[in-house]
């Protein structure tokens, strides 16, 4: 499933996070030019962590902090060099979420969607965009679903309330993939399968899963692999303090904690991770027991979520050996662990 395999060895392509938020302190709703260095080596040490490419997420910001942070994006993608990781379109992730749901993003920065509000946001970026993350149950969410496919944009169901019934119909309308499954939604219920449970009976949506033990617990994270493991996508959720020690950071005008890999705001709200994709991969690889699978969900599944007509072929052959993995699998041990192919 994860690439090629020789008796207990697969090779794969890189990494691909689909929802990174920032590290080394940088967070890139905050972005200024002032942070160009910072986010170069933010971007090496990545590739050296085995990620070839990340698409950078914005929380619910400002318009002008949205703005400039693109601005400065857009620089970066200019000084990209080779065995650097590369800077792929943006995660937008809101403004158009549920209040009820909206966990560590800012009220006040929350919005009703429009094909006004969104404009505001993205006019003149619309190719630097590629994911957006909204609630479909709001109203005015199915012009704006509509309006973001017309220009390829992904859509993605997080931050909601939304029920099954809800969901399957924003599936329907083009939404194709779950912001970090179970978290700021409904739970999968025996009376009541929500968003998740609708993923899956659908069974072409993308179930993006944050793997740190904390987010979601493993014994979950394990049988969410069994129902499903075509579809999981691991992502970070890496937030500013990723690459940095434990310690109390300042994000946006709050305080954060960030401990064991864990951040949480100072009332204990989950705001995000910082273990790295390819760690959360050998989380799931142990968790689930599946290695194949779990190195599936972290190189492969995403790029097949931003190209659906790509195969697995197309990430390996005449691809350079320093640009993929070579994995193995101690069985013993129950640990993945992997290396540069050459």
Same mark, same amino acid.
């Given at each position: 499933?994860?690439?090629?395999?020789?008796? =207990?060895?697969? %090779?794969?392509?890189?990494?691909?996070?689909?929802?990174?938020?920032?590290?080394?302190?940088?967070?890139?709703?905050? !972005?200024?030019?002032?942070?160009?260095?910072?986010?170069?080596?933010?971007?090496?040490?990545?590739?050296?962590?085995?990620?070839?490419?990340?698409?950078?997420?914005?929380?619910?910001?400002?318009?002008?902090? %949205?703005?400039?942070?693109?601005?400065?994006?857009?620089?970066?993608?200019?000084?990209?060099?080779?065995?650097?990781?590369?800077?792929?379109?943006?995660?937008?992730?809101?403004?158009?979420?549920? +209040?009820?749901?909206?966990?560590?993003?800012?009220?006040?920065?929350?919005?009703?969607?429009?094909?006004?509000?969104?404009?505001?946001?993205?006019?003149?970026?619309?190719?630097?965009?590629?994911?957006?993350? !909204?609630?479909?149950?709001?109203?005015?969410?199915?012009?704006?679903? +509509?309006? %973001? +496919?017309?220009?390829?944009?992904?859509?993605?169901?997080?931050?909601?309330?939304?029920?099954?019934?809800?969901?399957?119909?924003?599936?329907?309308?083009?939404?194709?993939?779950?912001?970090?499954?179970?978290?700021?939604?409904?739970?999968?219920?025996?009376?009541?399968?929500?968003?998740?449970?609708?993923?899956?009976?659908?069974?072409?949506?993308?179930?993006?899963?944050?793997?740190?033990?904390?987010?979601?617990?493993?014994?979950?994270?394990?049988?969410?692999?069994?129902?499903?493991?075509?579809?999981?996508?691991?992502?970070?959720?890496?937030?500013?303090?990723?690459?940095?020690?434990?310690?109390?950071?300042?994000?946006?005008?709050?305080?954060?904690?960030?401990?064991?890999?864990?951040?949480?705001?100072?009332?204990?709200?989950?705001?995000?991770?910082?273990?790295?994709?390819?760690?959360?991969?050998?989380?799931?690889?142990?968790? =689930? =027991?599946?290695?194949?699978?779990?190195?599936?969900?972290?190189?492969?599944?995403?790029?097949?979520?931003?190209?659906?007509?790509?195969?697995?072929?197309?990430?390996?052959?005449?691809?350079?050996?320093?640009?993929?993995?070579?994995?193995?699998?101690?069985?013993?041990?129950?640990?993945?662990?992997?290396?540069?192919?050459?």
């Amino acid at each position: 499933m994860a690439g090629e395999h020789w008796g =207990g060895d697969w %090779l794969s392509p890189m990494g691909i996070d689909l929802q990174m938020n920032g590290g080394l302190g940088v967070s890139f709703p905050e !972005l200024t030019f002032k942070d160009l260095s910072t986010l170069v080596d933010l971007l090496d040490r990545l590739w050296i962590n085995g990620v070839e490419a990340i698409c950078p997420t914005f929380i619910s910001c400002p318009v002008p902090s %949205l703005h400039l942070g693109l601005e400065v994006l857009r620089e970066a993608r200019r000084e990209h060099a080779p065995n650097r990781c590369k800077l792929l379109g943006a995660h937008l992730e809101g403004p158009f979420l549920s +209040k009820h749901h909206h966990g560590a993003h800012s009220s006040e920065h929350l919005c009703s969607p429009s094909l006004f509000a969104l404009e505001e946001r993205i006019e003149g970026m619309e190719n630097e965009i590629d994911l957006v993350t !909204l609630a479909p149950e709001l109203v005015g969410s199915l012009d704006v679903i +509509k309006r %973001l +496919k017309s220009l390829g944009v992904i859509v993605c169901l997080g931050h909601s309330s939304a029920d099954e019934n809800t969901s399957s119909n924003a599936f329907h309308q083009g939404v194709s993939m779950l912001t970090h499954a179970f978290n700021a939604m409904p739970g999968l219920q025996h009376r009541s399968p929500g968003p998740v449970g609708e993923a899956i009976k659908n069974g072409e949506i993308a179930i993006g899963l944050i793997a740190d033990g904390v987010h979601v617990h493993p014994n979950i994270v394990a049988f969410l692999q069994r129902l499903a493991p075509n579809q999981l996508v691991l992502v970070s959720d890496a937030i500013a303090p990723y690459g940095l020690k434990d310690g109390e950071y300042k994000w946006d005008d709050r305080l954060i904690v960030s401990q064991k890999g864990c951040c949480r705001l100072e009332n204990g709200t989950l705001a995000g991770s910082t273990v790295s994709l390819l760690q959360a991969c050998k989380n799931l690889a142990k968790w =689930g =027991g599946e290695p194949s699978s779990a190195i599936w969900s972290a190189t492969t599944a995403p790029r097949i979520v931003l190209d659906a007509e790509l195969q697995l072929k197309d990430f390996l052959i005449g691809q350079p050996l320093n640009h993929l993995l070579r994995w193995k699998m101690n069985f013993e041990q129950n640990e993945l662990s992997w290396q540069r192919a050459a």
